[in-house]
């Protein structure tokens, strides 16, 4: 490369001065101006030396280029991040610049890449800005060039600087292709399934009308055989149990979880042939599509059914989705750029106090599976003659079975194949939250990623599904409050308020230690006592107070029978008054108590909120299956609940996905409104909805089929 002459520098920055834009100076700029002013790499004292010598020579002609206008050059340039001058007025410290134009220029020496740098402006903030660099340049040659560049611009104590280029696509690694070929063999067997299932109807219907009697028959067997329900306070879902045997392992579900945990099912089922062709038969079915996706989308309330779980379940992660897409999409703070807007005006208005507490999901969730669980648990024993004789391990192995396969294969898709499903600005955080999955994935395999290492945080590979290892934590513990029920209510409503009165007492200790805002910061109040993490948030000590509200209510149905609870009208007005309060102040508490807040109130408001909020769910729940909820039991039970609640297990595993997969793959950044964000929020919600209803039709509900036909002993009647 020719040294740069005087003339040419003094002509360069002219022409470079009518492309800067008024808003902010291109960080190009002071590069190329440290750049010119050290045309020889080894030049001593040149503070850009350690830039590699192909990557500086393609960039001096990158310079040489954009001074006689070549548009390749004046695309790189344009489509590279400006400081922005005003950022302490706006709070906006990124510039994103034009990702799409920058990937898509080539030149006969080189290629554009696009990179995004990130440098340190003081001890709390980061300018995050675009830039186009040739692909020759490493991470390190562009953070030396940028770093350089904002030295020569600014006096500011810049004190480092990251750079992550992006490559036009990524490589498929062993475990991304291993993904692949599992994904194959399941659609193979799906595909296989559904043609057996379709040529075994048209057999049957050929049958048929062959006969000169046409008598009706089943068309499309269940993947365990014909069955003949008897159902007690379920929906439609088909998900049936034998009468035949004692109920030892009768399924069980948690709110979440299960498609058909509203299904509080009992069913009779006509003995059938165990051969190994008739087996293997039922586990083609158990994979047809055809079959498992006519009964996912099924509408319709069995008698004797408790309908407003479905509701309650469905609209619980709505609400759930929707504080995931406002924390992590709409008012994400790297994607937005009206920053100082959001944080001054949007997160202090009373509406977001709705979207900042939705987490309070998570609360009706474990109500639901306490109720579930003691429930289904109590009529098992009556079938099978108490706890002694009841099949302990069934109780267990199905729980594991029914949660784990379908949570695998979504940690499978999370920490491989999400990395190819969009190039975007920042789709490299793939990297970070995929190396999570590949060395913890073990954890979420035992359900202790929770506590792990402790104590712990949401941080975790899929960190959301913290609440399945606290769910599975305390069903592994719901026996000896089920049993103390089934000896004697005193027995068990002794119990209960004995440990919540501990583990409230506990959970108070370490939000006061801990200093602890109103929000679950730790070190506001007062410097923490233990280390930092999640002491509370997402432990069993936490938030076992809701679930024994759920238990003591499914011992309450199970006590009821079926019958109705007659209150009188004045009173029913009151308690419903008394619950909405009560859910109201939970929620617009923090709005209302506002910076003026104590540490005691802090703690004090952190140890009683969810269980007040669980007290509240129960009693919705309590009053619509008891023939007290009016128009809230109609709304609640519509039937179109149904399907959705079917899906809610997947929707939730993928829900996080789907936003990540949005957020971390646009090319733009996002100008937030609220208009924008509803538009977000319902786009996220569809889809994460038809995502979860191909991976419960392909993967959760086979597994459900291949269980019923696998294990024998749940269905043989005991002696």
Excluded at 105 to 118: H, I, L, M, R, S
Excluded at 250 to 264: F, G, I, M, R, T
Excluded at 506 to 526: D, E, K
Excluded at 645 to 650: D, F, K, P, T, V
Aim: net charge neutral; charged share 15%.
């Amino acid at each position: 490369m020719a040294k740069f002459t005087r003339l040419k520098v003094t002509l360069l920055w002219m022409v470079i001065a009518t492309f800067s834009v008024t808003k902010g100076q291109n960080i190009m700029d002071p590069v190329f101006e440290v750049l010119a002013a050290w045309p020889d790499r080894e030049a001593e004292g040149n503070p850009l030396a350690n830039v590699s010598q192909q990557c500086y020579q393609h960039t001096q002609g990158y310079l040489v280029s954009l001074l006689y206008s070549i548009e390749t050059s004046r695309r790189m340039y344009y489509s590279t991040g400006s400081y922005q001058a005003d950022y302490d007025l706006t709070w906006n410290l990124k510039d994103v610049g034009d990702y799409v134009m920058c990937r898509d220029v080539e030149t006969p020496q080189y290629n554009a890449q696009y990179c995004y740098v990130g440098t340190r402006l003081d001890k709390d903030n980061w300018v995050n800005l675009g830039t186009c660099f040739p692909d020759s340049c490493s991470n390190e040659d562009v953070s030396i060039f940028v770093l350089e560049g904002f030295k020569n611009l600014s006096a500011n104590p810049f004190y480092e600087t990251n750079s992550n280029c992006m490559p036009v696509s990524y490589p498929y690694r062993s475990q991304d292709i291993a993904a692949i070929i599992l994904c194959i063999i399941l659609l193979v067997v799906i595909v296989i399934g559904t043609s057996y299932d379709l040529v075994k109807t048209y057999k049957a219907k050929q049958a048929e009308n062959d006969k000169s009697t046409p008598q009706k028959t089943q068309v499309t067997p269940e993947p365990n055989g014909e069955v003949e329900s008897t159902r007690i306070n379920g929906d439609d879902s088909e998900q049936q149990v034998s009468l035949n045997d004692p109920q030892v392992d009768v399924p069980k579900y948690d709110a979440v979880s299960s498609p058909s945990q509203s299904d509080l099912n009992v069913a009779e089922q006509t003995p059938k042939t165990n051969t190994c062709t008739d087996k293997l038969q039922k586990c083609l079915l158990a994979f047809s599509c055809i079959d498992v996706g006519s009964r996912m989308l099924k509408a319709k309330h069995s008698k004797g059914s408790i309908p407003c779980l479905n509701g309650i379940r469905v609209l619980s992660m709505f609400w759930i989705i929707l504080f995931h897409t406002y924390l992590y999409g709409a008012t994400s703070a790297p994607q937005i750029t009206n920053v100082r807007y959001v944080e001054e005006y949007v997160k202090t208005r009373p509406a977001a106090m709705a979207l900042n507490k939705g987490d309070l999901g998570v609360e009706a969730f474990l109500v639901l599976s306490g109720l579930l669980t003691c429930y289904l648990t109590l009529k098992q024993f009556d079938k099978c003659g108490g706890p002694s004789k009841n099949n302990w391990f069934l109780f267990y192995f199905h729980r594991f079975w029914r949660l784990t396969p379908v949570y695998m294969f979504t940690i499978m898709i999370y920490a491989t194949l999400t990395l190819h499903m969009d190039m975007g600005i920042w789709s490299s955080n793939w990297y970070g939250a995929q190396y999570l999955c590949q060395e913890r994935w073990w954890a979420n395999f035992l359900y202790i990623h929770n506590l792990y290492p402790f104590p712990g945080d949401v941080s975790q590979c899929m960190g959301w599904t913290w609440y399945l290892s606290l769910d599975m934590q305390l069903y592994w513990l719901s026996p000896i409050f089920i049993i103390a029920f089934y000896r004697h209510w005193i027995i068990g409503t002794v119990l209960c308020i004995v440990v919540a009165v501990v583990t409230l007492g506990l959970s108070g200790f370490f939000a006061t230690v801990q200093g602890m805002s109103i929000w679950g910061t730790s070190g506001v109040y007062r410097i923490p006592m233990f280390t930092p993490g999640s002491w509370l948030y997402s432990k069993p000590y936490y938030r076992i107070s809701e679930y024994l509200v759920g238990i003591a209510l499914g011992y309450i149905f199970y006590r009821l029978k079926g019958k109705d609870v007659k209150i009188k009208r004045w009173l029913n007005y009151l308690l419903w008054a008394i619950a909405a309060c009560v859910a109201l102040c939970v929620v617009y508490m923090p709005y209302l108590s506002g910076e003026d807040t104590s540490a005691g109130s802090a703690a004090f408001y952190l140890t009683i909120h969810r269980l007040a909020f669980s007290l509240c769910v129960g009693w919705v729940i309590f009053a619509c299956g008891t023939g007290n909820g009016g128009a809230v039991n109609t709304f609640l039970s519509w039937p179109a609940w149904l399907p959705l609640a079917r899906m809610n297990y997947s929707a939730y595993l993928v829900h996080l996905t789907v936003i990540f997969v949005y957020m971390w793959g646009l090319n733009d950044v996002i100008h937030y409104s609220d208009f924008n964000f509803a538009v977000m929020y319902i786009a996220l919600l569809v889809v994460t909805y038809g995502v979860a209803f191909v991976i419960a039709t392909a993967v959760e509900m086979p597994m459900i089929g291949l269980e019923k036909v696998l294990i024998p002993g749940r269905n043989k009647k005991s002696e």
